[in-house]
């Protein structure tokens, strides 16, 4: 099972909604990933959760709010979003294997619009 | 800043060929390089990972890493249409704490 599953694959939210993504994973790993990807652009680092603790926040504004529940799921809680948030929201999870080697997997993404 | 480099393209290369992707990366600390390949609209898809120096090889797809000189390339051998993508490079450190992406290499393989 190599498979990173969320939830909803599609959203549209208004500016005062509030919504969540969802992001699960039974490989074992322990460290999960928040990306944001807009058009033709690569995926830019949100948040990384190591062991279940928020590692990196890349200087993500709040009303991007992540949790991390367990080591299986990851959630990622939108409150006031911007018409500018609207992109594919991704998440990943890795482990370490071999000797110094990381295996990281994706998931099929949420493409959410913000109107 | 952690950087990683690639020419944005587009690669254009005959069905058949050889196509090759190649990606640079600033920290010296870096264990761990991904190629994913993107289809538009779709998440990115995990081709190949490599930690050791040389080559791996995959099917078709062959990764190689040069540590030293801090350098890392997909070559896809018989590319076919279907290889038509977008493929990033990532940089992972030691602890997996970090998936730091390039922008992008987009390659067309004509019929």
């Known amino acids: 099972d190599t498979e990173v599953t969320q939830t909803p694959k599609h959203l549209v939210m208004g500016m005062t909604n509030k919504k969540s993504l969802k992001c699960e994973q039974h490989?074992?790993?322990?460290?999960m990933y928040w990306y944001k990807q807009k058009a033709k652009k690569p995926p830019e680092l949100m948040f990384v959760?190591?062991?279940?603790?928020?590692?990196i926040n890349e200087s993500v504004p709040s009303r991007f709010s992540p949790e991390c529940p367990n080591s299986s799921l990851l959630n990622l809680h939108l409150h006031a979003l911007q018409p500018e948030d609207s992109a594919l929201y991704l998440c990943?999870?890795?482990?370490?294997?071999?000797?110094?080697?990381?295996?990281?997997?994706f998931g099929q993404g949420t493409r959410l619009t913000v109107v | 800043q952690k950087e990683v480099e690639q020419n944005s393209g587009p690669l254009s290369v005959p069905e058949g060929a050889i196509a090759s992707l190649n990606c640079t990366y600033s920290?010296?600390?870096?264990?761990?390089f991904f190629w994913y390949r993107q289809y538009s609209g779709k998440s990115p898809e995990l081709i190949m990972f490599?930690?050791?120096?040389g080559d791996k090889e995959d099917g078709r797809f062959t990764a190689q890493l040069n540590k030293a000189s801090q350098y890392v390339s997909l070559l896809i051998r018989d590319s076919q249409p279907s290889d038509s993508a977008t493929y990033l490079c990532?940089?992972?450190?030691?602890?997996?704490?970090?998936?730091?992406f390039g922008k992008g290499t987009t390659l067309s393989v004509s019929s």
């Open positions: 920290d010296r600390g870096s264990q761990s």
């Open positions: 990943a999870s890795s482990r370490v294997v071999g000797q110094g080697g990381t295996e990281a997997f």
């Open positions: 959760y190591s062991y279940e603790k928020l590692s």
């Open positions: 490599i930690y050791s120096n």
């Open positions: 490989m074992g790993h322990r460290a």
């Open positions: 990532a940089v992972a450190n030691q602890a997996g704490t970090a998936l730091i």
